[in-house]
């Protein structure tokens, strides 16, 4: 990831990973950073974006559009069941 003077905070890449997660396609990086709820400047929006993109998270098309292809699930942080991880012994 590149130096930048744009340092998005972790409620800021949540946000944006929210959004693109919920709507799954975007036809460029224009759309999101319209479509988001709160302003980010647009240098700190592509410096997001290039993390998710480094994460496998979104993948960007040669036309431009990207899409979430992330598979995580949100209950990923529960311990499996049977797991003694966190009992005491």
Same mark, same amino acid.
């Given at each position: ?12 890449? #949540? ?9 799954? !396609?975007?036809? +460029?990086? !224009?759309? %999101?950073?319209? +479509?988001? *709820? #709160?302003?980010?400047? !647009? *240098?700190?929006?592509? %410096?997001? %974006?290039? !993390? %998710? ?20 699930? #949100?209950?990923?942080?529960?311990? *499996? ?7 005491? #012994?």
């Amino acid at each position: 990831m590149k130096t930048s003077n744009h340092q998005p905070t972790l409620s800021t890449i #949540r946000m944006v990973e929210e959004k693109i997660r919920k709507r799954q !396609y975007f036809k +460029n990086k !224009y759309q %999101l950073f319209v +479509n988001l *709820p #709160r302003q980010v400047m !647009y *240098p700190t929006l592509a %410096l997001i %974006l290039e !993390y %998710l993109e480094e994460s496998n998270k979104i993948v960007f098309k040669k036309d431009g559009s990207f899409v979430w292809t992330f598979k995580g699930s #949100r209950n990923s942080k529960k311990a *499996p069941k049977g797991s003694n991880a966190t009992s005491k #012994r």
